[in-house]
């Protein structure tokens, strides 16, 4: 069933992975990543121990993972789906 943006955002928040039905990558969505999930080091000086806040992920087509922003045309979008 096709939703908003907005309904996408809230199916994330309850730990659902969305993507758009027009996206041409196999295997590609999106989920929620909570604040502080994933820890990690390193060697640049000042941040380690900060708090990582929480932010939208992306699996890619080639099986990447990386912090996704949305565009205009994701946000105004009517064709967002849940993904099992």
Known sequence: MDMNF???VNAM???KKVARKG???KGMFLFLVAGDAWGFESDIEGIDGLYGAPFIC???ADNNLIPWLASQSDVLAEDWQEVN
């Open 23 to 25: 996206w041409n990558g």
């Open 13 to 15: 928040e309850a730990g």
């Open 6 to 8: 907005g309904n996408a």
């Open 58 to 60: 992306m699996k890619t």
